[in-house]
């Protein structure tokens, strides 16, 4: 995270509110946003889910990856008071309506791996909790 008061931070939020595309970056921009979102349009997925499909990822920057996700409105988190309690993940409206755009980045790395002969891709199927919603 940027510290508030930094003259970066202040160049790229008035960058943001004039540049579409910045703005866009700013809600989607870490290492993991993407693959966290790619996993998660298949349906509801539990925290477990996500460190089971991403073993690289600790703990800690899950957490403030999906924390950043939930406040830009992209994720929503259902937590059930239950022991040991249970947090579900979910895209949002607006977090659905990114998927064509990750879709499309989709073919096109897998399109980029076969022509530097890279292995069959492992992210088109993601691990979920649940079936997908219908």
């Not at 579409?20 to 889910?49: C, D, E, N, T």
């Not at 073919?107 to 909790?129: F, V």
């Amino acid at each position: 995270m940027r510290k508030l008061t930094s003259r970066n931070f202040e160049n790229e939020q008035q960058l943001a509110e004039s540049c579409p595309m910045q703005f866009a970056l700013q809600l989607i921009s870490g290492r993991w946003k993407l693959l966290l979102l790619w996993y998660v349009h298949s349906g509801i997925i539990r925290f477990s889910g996500f460190k089971q499909t991403i073993p690289a990822i600790t703990t800690k920057m899950l957490s403030q990856q999906l924390r950043e996700l939930e406040a830009s409105g992209l994720l929503t988190r259902t937590i059930y008071p239950e022991m040991p309690p249970r947090v579900e993940y979910a895209l949002t409206d607006k977090g659905r309506s990114l998927i064509p755009v990750l879709a499309q980045l989709n073919s096109w790395g897998a399109e980029q791996q076969q022509l530097t002969n890279q292995p069959e891709p492992r992210c088109n199927k993601p691990a979920s909790d649940k079936p997908a919603a219908e």
